[in-house]
């Protein structure tokens, strides 16, 4: 009873020391946490894996992209799904959570060796910074922190079939969510199987067989990353050290009692001898060989060194824990039992290691509540935000703001930015802050970054222009300058391969078994979208199908319409098109404008456009690939409609 009792007491102290960065802000506290939250959302609001970057809407996030982190993304996705919990939450609370498993799974690792309560409570101690990350933000590298103790005991203590599977899970759940935290799960487990080897040679096999496995799977997919970073390993460093990790701080912060306690844990091991022992040494040795090559050779791999020392301070955790226990129980304790009756011996004991526990929180927590953090948005951008994102509707997809906020504003809005800052500010930035500075004057420069509105905690001066809320500037639809009136089509080239149809685009068809396919090879190397009607076995009326979208519009104004199209066997009375077809309010039909002739036979890639005027009485608009009345297939690419 008492032993649980403490346990809890000691998750109780983990799940504070991860909070006490949110105490007062409920925001994500640092740039990857809002990365990766835009990246979750962005899976439960589409429905897939591949899609377009959530932030400048230029790429494609994918497996075996530059998103190394999916199976992250997809975990805290469906977590969000299943239990429903707010997003924000979810990220000030999930670390506190995470880590308490963390600390728990170190507890029954160590536990087996009798030092777990003493393990788990150094564990608590895994400092967090901006540059280390750390147990405090809800980030891949916290997570796979938790699977390292729990990797070791399955390696030391489960049966070999059901470890291999468990191992097996892991590792490849890892290499998806962060392939760092894999790699080091790998040096931290490789003692241990190299020790193996000698006492149970298939057991070692087996556990390497598991580590390899993985990775041997996912080669074809992950060929074009690993050689860049194998000849990276022995490439000097541009900047070194990394200037946002300060190793001294960092060890400041975690304190020098644990470091002694570890000192102390070390030998005790060494004393005890045994694979278990040796293993949980020789993985720090090991960690700590590769991260002083790093430094002192800049042999090795930046992220392993970076993210490895968290790591490292786990597996030190649990030597101090296994260095507390030997003191208290075969050095203090004997000595008191030759002086004192058990019963005062025992309670003199647990007194010597509370005062000692309460020596090293009375340093501990101090010094993390006083480790710099920075914040992105406060509450006024974040009412701003939701504003934007309840009431701006998609013909405003995309802003110019702040680029160190940029990522949080795509978060919580949804709109797309054209720059944001992911690691450091470049030139383009500063011309960013320079235009918002000065007061948003120049309405070239919104054109030229391509979007229709402007997020600024400084007023814009610009009759092009429009307040409609606070620090929330749209351009005037009617201005020579504004964004708006370019390619209103979204996804007019068909590149957002998510969905189905893709995004922005619908289908519709009548009187046929039209094929709408999806993706297929573009006009220049991208993907476009095609429309085939079969022959039918019986004659049918008027068959027709269309990929359409209703861009936002103006009754009486033109648009300059074109786009590119290709056929093949196209046949019948009628043929392909880009139609344009008006409706009025209630969607009653008005009319339909033609640009162009019916297209028909097999052709190759053709450019057509047109200039169309809204008719009076106008709300809405169908931009269509169209074919209608004919069979046969057509593909379609770069749609465009632009307000003149």
Same mark, same amino acid.
């Given at each position: 009873m008492t032993?649980?009792l403490?346990l809890l007491?000691?998750?109780?102290?983990a799940?504070?020391?991860?909070?006490?960065?949110?105490?007062?802000?409920a925001?994500?506290?640092?740039?990857?946490e809002w990365t990766?939250?835009?990246?979750a959302?962005t899976?439960?609001?589409?429905?897939?894996?591949t899609?377009?970057?959530?932030f400048?809407?230029?790429?494609t996030?994918?497996?075996?992209?530059?998103?190394?982190?999916?199976?992250?993304?997809?975990l805290?996705?469906v977590?969000r799904?299943?239990?429903?919990i707010?997003w924000?939450?979810?990220?000030r609370?999930?670390?506190?959570?995470v880590?308490m498993l963390t600390?728990l799974?170190?507890?029954i690792?160590?536990n087996?060796q009798h030092?777990?309560?003493?393990a788990?409570?150094f564990?608590?101690?895994?400092?967090t910074t901006?540059?280390?990350?750390?147990?405090?933000?809800?980030v891949? $590298?916290?997570?796979?922190l938790?699977?390292?103790?729990l990797?070791l005991?399955?390696?030391?203590y489960?049966?070999?079939?059901?470890s291999?599977?468990l191992?097996?899970?892991?590792t @490849?759940?890892?290499?998806?969510m962060?392939?760092?935290?894999?790699?080091?799960?790998?040096i931290?487990?490789?003692?241990f199987?190299?020790?193996?080897?000698?006492?149970?040679?298939?057991?070692?096999l087996?556990?390497?067989a598991?580590l390899?496995l993985?990775?041997?799977?996912?080669?074809?997919?992950?060929?074009?990353?690993l050689?860049p970073?194998?000849?990276?390993?022995?490439?000097?460093?541009a900047v070194?050290?990394?200037?946002f990790?300060?190793?001294?701080?960092?060890?400041q912060?975690?304190?020098?009692?644990?470091?002694?306690? @570890?000192?102390?844990?070390?030998?005790?091991?060494?004393?005890?001898?045994?694979r278990?022992?040796?293993?949980?040494?020789?993985a720090?040795?090991l960690?700590?060989v590769i $991260?002083?090559?790093?430094v002192?050779?800049?042999v090795?791999?930046e992220?392993?060194?970076?993210r490895?020392?968290?790591t490292?301070?786990?597996?030190i955790?649990?030597?101090?824990?296994?260095?507390?226990?030997?003191?208290r129980?075969? !050095?203090?304790?004997p000595?008191?039992?030759?002086?004192y009756k058990?019963? !005062?011996?025992?309670?003199?004991?647990g007194?010597l290691?509370?005062?000692s526990v309460v020596?090293i929180?009375?340093l501990?927590?101090p010094?993390?509540?006083?480790?710099?953090?920075y914040?992105?948005?406060d509450?006024?951008?974040?009412?701003?935000?939701?504003?934007?994102?309840?009431?701006?509707g998609?013909?405003?997809?995309?802003?110019?703001?702040?680029p160190?906020?940029?990522?949080?504003f795509?978060?919580?809005?949804?709109?797309?930015v054209p720059r944001?800052?992911?690691?450091k500010?470049?030139?383009?930035?500063?011309?960013?802050?320079?235009?918002?500075?000065?007061?948003?004057q120049d309405?070239?420069?919104i054109?030229d970054?391509?979007?229709s509105?402007?997020?600024n905690r400084?007023?814009c001066n610009?009759?092009?222009?429009?307040?409609?809320r606070?620090?929330?500037f749209?351009?005037?639809?009617?201005?020579?300058?504004?964004y708006?009136?370019?390619?209103?089509?979204r996804n007019a080239?068909?590149?957002?391969t998510y969905g189905n149809?893709p995004?922005?685009w619908?289908t519709w068809?009548l009187n046929?078994k039209?094929?709408?396919?999806?993706?297929q090879?573009g006009?220049?190397?991208?993907?476009?979208?095609?429309?085939?009607?079969?022959?039918?076995?019986t004659?049918t009326?008027?068959?027709?199908?269309?990929?359409g979208q209703?861009p936002?519009?103006?009754?009486g104004r033109s648009?300059?319409?074109?786009?590119w199209?290709?056929?093949e066997? !196209?046949?019948?009375?009628?043929g392909a098109k880009?139609?344009?077809?008006?409706?009025?309010?209630?969607?009653?039909?008005?009319t339909?404008?033609?640009?162009?002739?019916y297209?028909?036979?097999?052709?190759?890639?053709i450019?057509y456009q047109g200039?169309?005027?809204a008719?009076p009485?106008?709300?809405t608009?169908?931009?269509g690939?169209?074919?209608?009345?004919?069979?046969?297939t057509t593909?379609y690419d770069?749609?465009?409609f632009?307000?003149?």
């Open positions: 032993k649980t403490l007491i000691i998750l109780l102290l799940g504070f020391v991860a909070f006490i960065p949110h105490i007062g802000y925001y994500p506290m640092h740039l990857d990766h939250l835009t990246y959302k899976i439960t609001q589409t429905g897939y894996i899609f377009s970057d959530p400048t809407g230029e790429g996030s994918a497996p075996g992209s530059d998103n190394v982190w999916i199976g992250y993304h997809v805290l996705a977590f799904e299943v239990t429903g707010d924000l939450l979810l990220i609370f999930g670390p506190a959570l880590f600390v799974c170190v507890y690792f160590a087996r030092y777990g309560l003493e788990a409570f564990t608590c101690l895994i400092p901006v540059g280390l990350l750390g147990p405090a933000f809800l891949p $590298m916290a997570l796979g938790l699977f390292i103790p990797s005991y399955i390696a030391f489960i049966k070999p079939w059901p291999y599977l191992l097996f899970l892991i @490849c759940f890892l290499w998806s962060h392939p760092t935290s894999a790699a080091v799960q790998g931290v487990l490789l003692p199987i190299f020790i193996t080897l000698f006492s149970n040679r298939g057991r070692g087996g556990l390497l598991v390899l993985p990775v041997v799977i996912a080669l074809p997919i992950i060929i074009n990353r050689l970073a194998v000849g990276q390993m022995l490439t000097p460093k070194f050290p990394p200037p990790l300060d190793l001294p701080a960092i060890l912060i975690y304190g020098v009692l644990p470091l002694i306690f @570890c000192f102390i844990g070390i030998i005790y091991l060494l004393k005890r001898g045994g278990f022992n040796y293993g949980l040494l020789l720090l040795v960690l700590l $991260m002083l090559a790093f002192r050779f800049q090795g791999l992220p392993i060194f970076v490895g020392v968290s490292a301070l786990l597996l955790g649990a030597l101090a824990g296994a260095g507390l226990y030997w003191l129980t075969q !050095v203090l304790l000595r008191l039992l030759d002086k058990p019963r !005062v011996a025992t309670y003199a004991d007194i290691c509370a005062l020596v929180l009375a501990a927590i010094a993390r509540f006083n480790v710099p953090y914040h992105m948005i509450d006024e951008d974040y009412r701003a935000f939701v504003w934007i994102g309840d009431n701006i998609p013909e405003y997809d995309a802003a110019l703001v702040d160190w906020t940029a990522t949080a795509s978060a919580v809005t949804g709109k797309k944001r800052i992911a690691e500010e470049e030139p383009a930035d500063d011309a960013i802050y320079d235009y918002l500075n000065s007061g948003c309405t070239a420069f054109r970054n391509r979007v509105f402007v997020y400084i007023q610009n009759p092009d222009l429009i307040e409609v606070d620090n929330v749209l351009t005037n639809p009617n201005s020579t300058g504004s708006v009136k370019a390619n209103i089509i080239g068909f590149e957002l149809p995004g922005y619908v068809s046929c039209a094929e709408f396919l999806f993706p090879p006009r220049s190397g991208g993907s476009c979208a095609a429309i085939q009607i079969p022959k039918p076995e004659p009326r008027r068959p027709q199908a269309v990929w209703e936002p519009i103006q009754a648009y300059l319409v074109s786009g199209m290709k056929t066997d !196209v046949s019948g009375p009628g880009i139609a344009i077809h008006w409706r009025g309010p209630g969607k009653a039909w008005i339909d404008t033609p640009i162009m002739n297209v028909k036979g097999s052709t190759s890639w450019f200039r169309v005027s008719p009485g106008a709300m608009c169908t931009v690939c169209l074919m209608i009345d004919c069979t046969g593909w770069d749609i465009t632009k307000a003149e």
